[in-house]
């Protein structure tokens, strides 16, 4: 597992990639905020692993494999961009939010939980 650098933890970045894992397991258990990892190879990654922006402590795992539906396409810029809209749903919570260029965009999610 790569080891996150001290400045990584810094919030002033932006969403942004700190680290590649081999593993999902290989995944850190706290990760800095708006920090991102990928999972499996560098140039062809299978997961995006990050904790919701929200803060309420739910992690979210993406699919990037395009063999896999749905899929999530990761940009190449350092910072973050992925599409589509990431929206995570439980019995109680609602999250719906896209990630352009290191920023959230939350999408109006109204009262449909």
Request: aromatic share 14%; hydrophobic share 40%.
């Amino acid at each position: 597992m790569n080891k996150i650098s001290w400045w990584q933890w810094l919030p002033i970045f932006g969403w942004r990639i700190v680290a590649f894992v081999e593993a999902a397991d290989d995944i850190p258990a706290r990760l800095p905020r708006n920090g991102v990892v990928l999972v499996g190879q560098t140039m062809k990654p299978k997961w995006v692993a990050f904790d919701c922006p929200c803060r309420t402590g739910h992690r979210i795992l993406l699919n990037t494999d395009r063999a896999r539906r749905p899929y999530w396409s990761v940009g190449k810029g350092r910072k973050l961009s992925l599409s589509p809209s990431v929206d995570f749903r439980n019995k109680y919570k609602r999250c719906h939010y896209f990630i352009h260029n290191g920023r959230i965009d939350w999408a109006d999610v109204g009262a449909d939980i």
